[in-house]
């Protein structure tokens, strides 16, 4: 069973900058992150291709936040900057052996972590 393991959550005030980081078990092709808050769907905010050549961002967070990847470690990052109140919520690592398709569905990522929070503070 693959296994995704978040870490970098945290507080933090609203401009300031946080690092996630998600160790996978094995290698995957397509892997994103995702978000949710409580009483809401959970979207996504970004993906990134097997070669990490190609990333699509949800468009609040494009230019604020980056997605990476690093294939030896088998490890994904999102670095989020010029962080806002409405960033505050659960993160998910989230990845595939398929590869990564527009629309973005989160139907199509087979496994999960466990979430890590990210709290922004007005």
Same mark, same amino acid.
């Given at each position: 069973? +693959?296994?995704?393991?978040?870490?970098? &959550?945290?507080?933090?005030?609203?401009?300031? @900058?946080? %690092?996630?980081?998600?160790?996978? /078990?094995?290698?995957?092709?397509?892997?994103?992150?995702?978000?949710?808050?409580?009483?809401?769907?959970?979207?996504? +905010?970004?993906?990134?291709?097997?070669? &990490?050549?190609?990333?699509?961002?949800?468009? @609040?967070? %494009?230019?604020?936040?980056?997605? /990476?990847?690093?294939?030896?470690?088998?490890?994904?990052?999102?670095?989020?900057?010029?962080?806002?109140?409405?960033?505050?919520?659960?993160?998910?690592?989230?990845a595939d052996r398929s590869t990564c398709r527009i629309p973005i569905k989160l139907?199509?990522?087979?496994?999960?972590?466990?979430?890590?929070?990210?709290?922004?503070?007005?």
């Amino acid at each position: 069973q +693959v296994q995704l393991v978040e870490s970098g &959550g945290g507080s933090v005030e609203a401009g300031g @900058s946080l %690092r996630l980081s998600c160790q996978a /078990s094995e290698s995957m092709r397509c892997m994103g992150w995702f978000r949710q808050v409580p009483g809401k769907e959970r979207e996504e +905010v970004a993906i990134i291709a097997t070669r &990490g050549d190609n990333t699509h961002y949800t468009a @609040s967070v %494009r230019g604020r936040f980056t997605i /990476s990847r690093d294939n030896a470690k088998n490890t994904l990052s999102l670095q989020m900057n010029s962080l806002k109140s409405e960033d505050t919520a659960v993160y998910y690592c989230a990845a595939d052996r398929s590869t990564c398709r527009i629309p973005i569905k989160l139907d199509r990522f087979a496994f999960w972590g466990q979430g890590t929070q990210v709290t922004v503070s007005s």
